[in-house]
């Protein structure tokens, strides 16, 4: 067996900086904006004459609760989210052939106009076809069913997708952003969704959409899978998983996978999407096939999206925020593996980080039939009824996970380096370590990974950095130290102090903004490794600083350097950083509970007191909130009067045992495992939990917790089917908010004998139990207002 703790011999990692290009892509984006244009360049995007780096978080609104768009929204801008990405599914507005509904989770336009409200812009992906783990892909049976060739420029279906379109532009009137409406907050849209082979077809519809009255200065298309794109139409967006449940179940942990861990220029992952490419007879080979120049202008072919990054911004709209199961299939995705393959893609020149999902969500139940992909419509995979959680950062109904926090520091870190980030582009190191360096001739930022996941981990390393950025150069750090399997992270380098001179760190940045009146620059540890900071003055000598990683900064453990304030914290306490505007002031909160910045700030009380941190100290605070420690420190510390709310233990009573697991069946484009049919549940073992009485106050959530082993459950409130759960290792989480009464859960057991693919550290215990409910409670969280 390999061990992964003990390292080779130290690595002197040699890097310089690559050129960077400022021309103008030729891609037809973009617009002119008084004072905020939005411009495409070769290598990044501009806004307002200044580096842009977008950070996209897909939230569907139709898949969630309207009452919560607000607080679950301002949630994603709190973590570091700038545009919400969502998709407008047909079949859900139009189920039945007739007027297009946009009532209740459909109000499209309200869902816009509360990210306008809470300072997110929107990527609105209009399909038709989206995909989505969706019923037909969005279409609605009426359309699927009609005698067209779909996804192509036949008459007969642009016929149908056209009032669809109109009704969407006509909803969302005066939301589109242009060069004379630059505040409106739709800044990009994406049309269809894995179109891999009708160029053609892309070009029709967003001609569709803006003569429908549709704006944008970023149009984006798809570009994973050798996709033929119309020539200068589209920015290509990318994917990047961790895993899929679109294998096949002995896949293993494909090696196509891999990719994403690494620094590299490649950008395509033929394996997203290429089960359902197989089920429409297209090839995965497409980009050898892609016919069409990008320079001559020639909308009628295409070209494909693989072989012209090199002269678009390379842009992501489907990192895996986490990953959903299939029956056939389950995928147990880690929080770690999520922060690493987005750090890889920053360090690999990403410019435009998006999430697919970054909020879960719940599959809707259609009034003729259930939405969800599935066998019975055709695809290759069956996924849950109802269950469109897909381990999120933030899960369908608002539970923030640690993947949240972990990404929250990387976006922290875009924002405040975006200016100098941006424009530079990747040099990779060639050896045996994934190393890249994004640098110019004055300064950069140093990327470097041992993480890969638990499945095929990465040796520890022993590693120094010699970074070139013009005629200078820095070693960092002073000495080879040790970085264990399984981190990741990303040094300044030669960063631009106030006074002029200029730091490096072995320490994450993670802010370096104004507080209080003063310049700041906070950092957090890596992996253990003592925090030096060098600093190189206007005269060219250099000052070496060493300083502490504590839990809790204080005074003395600051320093003032070159003008500013540096400030070090440890790793667990960097996860609670959070970083936002509060009446107008920016604000560095210290808090393990939700934090949201809405004008002022709130924060989600649960089963615990309450105490934060903020520097500064807050202008003024609500009743009940104190504060804890002297006036004089460098945070100011409070508490939040207000009784926690327990969790609450909740009795399941076994009412019959299971008769038998469920059978064995195959179907599907690619004759997969297929899930059990509503009728195999009568095999299953039957429980009842009963529920506590519903919230006393508005923003309360209640969320039942199972923890269980076996095959699939359906949890039923009376005679509504409200949940659902193929088990992957993970607790089944239910929303009882608004519900009252018991539960009837009926479960069937896993079968050792079972082909279905579970993660190796997960089936053991599978295996094991068979059926086994081990406990269920409810855990309560309410939302304070802790500013007056």
């Known amino acids: 067996m390999t061990d992964f703790s003990t390292p080779g011999a130290p ?50 609104y139709a898949r969630t609760d309207p009452k919560r768009w607000r ?86 279906y642009l016929d149908l997708v056209r009032p669809w379109i109109e009704a969407m532009a006509e909803e969302l009137s005066g ?67 961790v895993d899929g449940f679109w294998e096949d179940s002995d896949a293993g942990w494909p090696a196509n996978y891999e990719m994403h861990f690494r620094f590299t220029a ?30 001559t202008g020639d909308d009628a072919g295409g070209t494909d999206a693989a072989t012209r990054v090199s002269a678009v911004p390379y842009a ?58 599935s066998h019975a419509t055709g695809y290759p995979n069956d996924v849950p009824v109802r269950d469109y959680d897909f381990a999120a950062p933030i899960g369908a109904f608002g539970q923030r996970r640690r993947h949240a926090d972990l990404l929250r520091l990387q976006h922290l870190f875009v924002q405040t380096a975006a200016t100098e980030l941006a424009p530079l582009t990747p040099s990779f190191f060639d050896g045996d370590v994934r190393a890249s360096f994004r640098a110019d001739d004055e300064q950069g930022f140093v990327f470097f990974s041992t993480y890969q996941p638990a499945v095929a981990p990465l040796p520890a390393a022993e590693v120094q950095f010699e970074l070139t950025t013009g005629e200078h150069s820095t070693v960092l750090p002073s000495k080879p130290t040790h970085i264990p399997s399984g981190e990741f992270f990303v040094w300044p380098v030669r960063r631009l102090l106030p006074d002029g001179s200029r730091f490096s760190a072995t320490a994450q940045l993670v802010a370096d903004v104004e507080l ?116 004089d420190d460098l945070l100011a510390r409070y508490s939040i009067d207000a009784a926690p709310l327990p969790v609450a233990e909740l009795d399941v009573v076994l009412e019959s045992a299971a008769l038998a697991a469920a059978p064995v069946r195959h179907g599907g484009s690619s004759n997969r495992l297929s899930a059990p049919l509503a009728d195999d549940f009568d095999l299953a073992a039957r429980y009842r939990v009963g529920l506590s009485d519903a919230p006393a106050h508005p923003s309360d959530r209640h969320i039942l917790q199972i923890d269980w082993v076996g095959d699939a459950g359906r949890a039923m409130h009376g005679d509504e089917f409200i949940s659902d759960q193929f088990w992957s290792g993970r607790p089944w989480e239910i929303d009882v908010t608004e519900l009252t009464g018991e539960l009837t859960l009926s479960l069937l057991p896993w079968s050792a004998d079972s082909l279905v693919h579970l993660d190796g550290r997960i089936r053991p215990e599978a295996d094991r139990a068979g059926l086994a409910v081990y406990g269920a409670r409810v855990h309560r969280s309410r939302l304070v207002r802790v500013t007056a």
């Not at 700038?82 to 599914?89: D, E, F, K, P």
Request: charge should be negative.
């Open 11 to 60: 690595q002197r990692i040699r890097l310089s900086n690559s050129p960077t290009s400022s021309s103008i892509s030729t891609l037809r984006l973009g617009d002119g904006a008084p004072d905020d244009a939005i411009v495409v360049r070769e290598g990044h995007l501009e806004r307002g004459g200044m580096p842009w780096f977008p950070v996209a978080g897909e939230y569907h």
């Open 266 to 295: 490649e950008r395509d992952d033929l394996g997203v999407g290429a089960d359902v490419r197989a089920a429409a007879g297209i090839s995965g080979e497409i980009a050898e096939g892609a016919e069409g120049d990008a320079d």
């Open 175 to 241: 939301l589109f952003r242009s060069a004379d409406d630059p505040s409106a907050p739709i800044v990009a849209i994406q049309v269809e969704n894995e179109l891999y082979d009708q160029p053609a077809h892309l070009s029709t519809l967003r001609r569709m959409a803006e003569d429908a009255g549709m704006t944008a200065p970023l149009w984006t298309a798809t570009g994973w899978g050798g996709a033929q794109l119309p020539p200068n139409e589209f920015l290509p967006v990318f994917a990047g998983y």
């Open 516 to 631: 209080g009146g003063m310049p700041t620059i906070v950092l957090f540890q890596t992996a253990g490794v003592p925090v030096e900071i060098i600093r190189e003055t206007a005269s060219g000598e250099t000052e070496q600083h060493l300083l502490p990683a504590l839990a809790v900064p204080t005074l003395e453990s600051t320093a003032q350097i070159g003008g500013a304030r540096v400030i070090v914290v440890d790793e667990p306490t960097a996860e609670s950083l959070w970083l936002g505007r509060i009446h107008g002031e920016l604000h560095l909160v210290l808090s393990t509970s939700d934090v949201t910045f809405d004008g002022g700030l709130n924060i989600r009380i649960a089963d615990t007191p309450v105490t934060f941190s903020t520097l500064p100290a807050l202008a003024r605070i609500a009743a009940g909130v104190e504060r804890i420690n002297p006036s």
């Open 316 to 373: 992501t709209c489907e990192l895996g925020g986490g990953m959903p199961v299939a029956y056939h299939r389950r995928p147990f995705v880690d929080s770690d593996d999520v922060a690493a393959v987005a750090l890889a893609k920053i360090a690999s020149g990403s410019v435009f980080q998006g999430y697919y999902m970054y909020h879960g969500g719940v599959q809707v139940l259609g009034r003729e039939s259930s939405t969800q992909e």
């Open 71 to 156: 607080e679950d929204l301002a949630a994603l801008r709190s973590n570091g989210i700038t545009l919400v990405s969502t998709y407008a599914i047909w079949i859900l507005h139009q189920e039945q052939e007739g007027p297009v509904s946009w009532k209740g989770a459909l109000d499209l336009r309200r869902f816009v106009e509360e990210a306008r409200s809470v300072g997110l812009e929107v990527v609105l992906r209009i399909g038709p076809w989206v995909h989505g783990e969706t019923r037909n892909g969005g279409f609605p049976d009426w359309v699927q069913s009609a005698a067209v060739v779909h996804r192509t420029d036949d008459p007969a």
